[in-house]
Structure formats: structure tokens, C-alpha cells
């Protein structure tokens, strides 16, 4: 009897025939619980022959269900990890995918550069209104730096009525954080800008930054000093010599454009040395109008800026000579003249390291 109740739950091949086994012998039912049933009606004398031995084959059969069970599980556990395996080893595309553009790169040692002076770096809308883009930057409605600009205006109107359009330049910033932050100020706004024009040296989306420095007593000398620690150090050479051409910006007065000298090297032009010279950025003290459309009083606070193309500083280190390329996503130029992700500028390492 036990013998063939062994064998037969030994012999149950999944999980259903096992639980069918059990309801046979142990459900309500079942033959073994018939048998315990039959101890009630038997003598003490038989009870207590019989008894143990129908005891021992419950507990007997109820453990080999119990082992079978757990045996069939762990088999159906053993069938899905062989099945359901992920093979976690399949080989990953090897080397480096992506790489930081030329502008990025740029940007990160533009920060890099200035926080050691102690600027932050601020931002603005790319959707101006031409309030914040040319009225508060002493450009006024006829003024004719407004054609000058190429601007992409919006059909749209803000609530206050003013023209919205995409920001012709970085000064915008200048305006937003004289208006937001309290003097002494110290920052750059690097970011995108635009102007309906087109060519080799020219796209309608292009990037700049701006500076901009606020604190008394501020001098053309502060702004010398500044642009030519920050061009040595950008540029990595100590051999730089900067040319202040007076000009005219209608938010900075006096202005001055800042030409940076270059040498010719093996019929190539190398930043540094004085054969040679290329404008590289617009600068000048702000204009006492610019300060009190802030609401800033002129007479207590004056300061510097400055306005550089990204794009053009890129080209100028890195030897690019199409600007364009910048904006096509060609991979191979990419390949090319990206930078590894973590690659970060640092002064130390040398920031274009
Ligand atoms: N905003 C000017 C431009 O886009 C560049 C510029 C010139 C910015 C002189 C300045 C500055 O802050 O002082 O042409």
C-alpha cells in the first residue's frame, strides 16, 4: 500500500498530476483518509495494531508529496532560468559614441576661465521683446542699429505689448540681470542668438558671450585687464597682444573693438605675436542710459562690457575654417573636432587640454 503510493507520486511528472495524486489519497475523498475513517469503527485491540500503520502511511505519503513538490518547483525554476536567461555578456559597441561639440567645449572653458575671476555665468530667453534686445540697450525705435540686426521678429506681441523676437545678440542679459541682481555684478552669458544671414562666415543661428561687470569706480583699464587675462588663458599663450580700435556700440560709451595680434607659422596664422590682426570682440563701458534703464543711479555705479562671438573664438583655436560645418552634424567632422565627454577644461590641466 505505502510502497504504491510512493511510486506513484514519484511518478507524477508536473505539478497538476501531483496535486491530483494528493486529492486521491489525502482529500476528502481520498484512500488514505478512507483508511483513517476505518480506525473509528475497530475494536481497541485492532485500533491499536492498525492505527500507527495508517499513522505512518498518511505522514509518510504527505511528506513524499511535499518533497515531490518541491522537487517539480525546483525543476520549473531550473527550466525558466534556462529559458529566460538574458545573456547580460553580449558585447556592448565598443569605443567612445558621442563627443562634446567644438561650441560646448567652448563654452565649458569660457566658464572655466571667468569663474576664476569671479564671475557667474547668467542666462536669458532666446525670445526676447524688443524692449530687453534694443530700447533698454539705448537703441531706440528709428535708431538704425535695429536694421543693422537682421532681426527674425514674431507676428506676436507680449502682454506689455512689446515686439517679440529672437535675440539678436547676448546684450539682453546685461539688461535682465542689472534688473534682477544687486551691484556689485560680475558675469558672463554665453548662449544661442540669431539673425537672418547667411555664408561662410555667417548662419542664422550663431552663439555669443557676453560680459558684464557693475561696481564702482569701474575704469577702461578693469576692461583691458580683463580681456587680456581672459584671452591669454583661453588661447594658452602668454604672448598675446590685444589693439583697442575706438568704435561705437550705442550701449557702451566709449567702445572699443579688441583686435587680437597673430604671427604667420608656416604660412598658417597663429594667435599671438603682432604681424597681423583680427577682431575678436566688442567691448566698452556701459552707457550711464543703459544703467538707469535698470533703474540703477549712473552716478554711483558704471561698468564694463563686452560681446564675442563663440563660434569665431572656436574657429580661431581649433583651426576650423567654415562655419557652417558647425551646425551640418556631419559625423566625421564631428569625430573630428569634438572633444572626449570627459574631457572637462580645467585651468590646471589647461583649459582647451
Ligand atoms: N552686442 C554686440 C553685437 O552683437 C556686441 C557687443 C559689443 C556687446 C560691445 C557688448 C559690448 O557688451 O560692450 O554686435
Not at 567612445?96 to 567645449?105: E, K, L, T
Not at 557667474?120 to 530667453?125: L, M, Y
Not at 552716478?299 to 564675442?308: N, R, V
Request: charged share 25%.
Amino acid at each position: 500500500m505505502s510502497a504504491d503510493w510512493l511510486a506513484r507520486i514519484a511518478a507524477a511528472g508536473d505539478l497538476a498530476a501531483l496535486e491530483a495524486e494528493r486529492v486521491a489519497a489525502l482529500g476528502k475523498q481520498g484512500a488514505v483518509t478512507a483508511l483513517l475513517k476505518t480506525l473509528g469503527g475497530m475494536t481497541p485491540d485492532e485500533r491499536q495494531r492498525e492505527g500507527p500503520r495508517i499513522h505512518a502511511l498518511r505522514e509518510g505519503v504527505t511528506e513524499a508529496i511535499a518533497a515531490r513538490k518541491a522537487a517539480l518547483e525546483a525543476a520549473e525554476l531550473e527550466r525558466r532560468l534556462a529559458t529566460e536567461m538574458l545573456d547580460m555578456s553580449l558585447p556592448v559597441t565598443t569605443g567612445a559614441q558621442g563627443s562634446v561639440h567644438p561650441v560646448s567645449q567652448v563654452m565649458d572653458e569660457l566658464a572655466e576661465i571667468f569663474a576664476d575671476l569671479g564671475f557667474s555665468v547668467a542666462t536669458g530667453p532666446e525670445i526676447e521683446d524688443d524692449w530687453h534686445n534694443f530700447t533698454a540697450l539705448n537703441i531706440p525705435e528709428t535708431h538704425p542699429a535695429r536694421a543693422m540686426h537682421d532681426t527674425f521678429y514674431f507676428d506676436r506681441l507680449d502682454a506689455e505689448g512689446r515686439r517679440m523676437l529672437l535675440r539678436t545678440h547676448t546684450s539682453p542679459v546685461q539688461i535682465r540681470t542689472m534688473m534682477s541682481q544687486k551691484p556689485p555684478i560680475r558675469i558672463i552669458a554665453p548662449g544661442r542668438t540669431y539673425r537672418s544671414d547667411s555664408d561662410a562666415t555667417h548662419t542664422p543661428m550663431f552663439h555669443q558671450v557676453e560680459g558684464l561687470v557693475i561696481d564702482r569706480g569701474i575704469h577702461m583699464g578693469h576692461l583691458k585687464w580683463t580681456l587680456e587675462t581672459f584671452l591669454k588663458a583661453y588661447f594658452e599663450r602668454d604672448d598675446i597682444v590685444l589693439r583697442l580700435r575706438p568704435s561705437y556700440f550705442p550701449f557702451t560709451e566709449p567702445s572699443a573693438e579688441v583686435d587680437v595680434g597673430y604671427s604667420i607659422e608656416k604660412g598658417r596664422r597663429v594667435i599671438g605675436g603682432s604681424d597681423g590682426w583680427m577682431e575678436v570682440l566688442g567691448s566698452g563701458m556701459v552707457h550711464p542710459k543703459v544703467i538707469a534703464a535698470c533703474g540703477l543711479d549712473p552716478d554711483e555705479w558704471q561698468g564694463f562690457a563686452f560681446g564675442c562671438g563663440i563660434d569665431r573664438l572656436a574657429m580661431l583655436k581649433y583651426g576650423m575654417d567654415d562655419l557652417r560645418a558647425f551646425f551640418d552634424g556631419d559625423l566625421r567632422w564631428l569625430r573630428h573636432y569634438g572633444f572626449a565627454a570627459l574631457d572637462v577644461p580645467t585651468l590646471s590641466g589647461g583649459v582647451g587640454a
